[in-house]
């Protein structure tokens, strides 16, 4: 029960926001999407051109091979404790322009709720036990053109909704915009997006009802609503690909992000800004078969023995596209081997072309 009691405290007081930008805010939107993103180490801002466009790079949805393109994806983090479940649909108006739109969740269902699981007599109640979950929604509602003036040259938008849910103990709405472009140049691709490029706005509300006689108990105290701030982020990209021969072909991609909120723990840090690499290779066979391979999260960390040492996270994956149709697989997390927690993850995707 005193698990319980501490893990929800801990929860609430996390999210408690004070009318400040707080430098991991809507982490779960930095997780990423689609088994070859997650297989090149979420590298794949400059190459997307697949339905996974929209979270990625909106910009590359001009791209699109078909003009109506569905995507989704489901993969289990933490040992199998956290739910991450995707769904997108683009839409091609022309060749110059298209829209679409990609659901996220991420959550925890099944919390275990005590508050109530013993009565002022100290007997338990198990009547009392009941369930909770702790879900993150987002809607990301896409629009890509071409420029008309640069050929090759494409930008786009992406106007995010967030949500926000603790059980019935507390909930926040969110909303913000992301900026992006893209531009090809003979076999160099390049991309770039701002994420939260006016800064993404929560605003948390708390039902103190449903926890405040058990803060009181422990001497924790009560929080109230407020505002959470995520501030931009930049990411910018460079891919080439290469044909070898007639049926082989490699695509290699290097991606770096650029956050401003001080100091964090990445390979490149200043007071003015902290940048973090991660690269992944795509080696194919016809366009049909996919082999990738990534490097993420390269940053140094102190080991158990005190040492301070480089760790990098690897992921490697594999693909299949038949005409319309696609899969993508990824294995992920597969850089703390004390750990143990890796991650597979599987997306589909499928292109109509409507009347």
Known sequence: MKFRLIFLILFVCVVNAWSQAYKYSNEFLSLGVGGRALAMGNATVASVSDINAGYWNPSAMVGLQNNLNLG???????????????????????????????????????????????????????????????????????????????????????????????????????????????????????????????????????NTST???????????????????????????????HAIKEKFSILAELDADFTFDKKRNTLIKSSFASIDPHAGIEMSYMKMIFVRAGLSNIQHVTSMSGKNVLNVQPSIGIGIEYKRFGIDYAFTDIGNA??????????????FDRK
């Open 211 to 241: 926890f405040e006689e058990a803060f009181i108990k422990t001497g924790n105290a009560i929080p109230s609503d407020g505002l959470e701030i995520t501030t931009p982020k930049l990411i910018i990209a460079a891919a080439y690909q």
């Open 72 to 206: 989704v994806m489901h993969a289990s983090y933490f040992g199998d404790l956290a739910k991450y479940d995707y769904g997108a649909v683009a839409i091609k108006n022309s060749d110059s322009s298209a829209f679409g739109i990609s659901i996220i969740r991420v959550g925890v269902d099944d919390i275990p709720n005590t508050l109530e699981l013993v009565d002022a007599n100290g007997n338990f109640d198990y009547s009392k036990l009941s369930s909770f979950s702790v879900a993150d929604y987002a809607a990301l509602l896409s629009y890509a053109r071409k420029l008309k003036q640069i050929e090759h040259f494409d930008y786009a938008v992406n106007v995010k909704i967030i949500r926000r849910v603790v059980g019935d103990f507390a909930s926040a709405w969110g909303f913000g915009f992301d900026a992006a472009a893209h531009y090809t140049y003979k076999n160099f691709l390049l991309g770039a997006i701002i994420r939260d490029v006016t800064s993404t706005f929560n605003a948390w509300h708390y």
């Open 338 to 351: 004390s750990a143990a927690l890796y991650s597979n993850v599987v997306s589909l995707k499928y292109g």
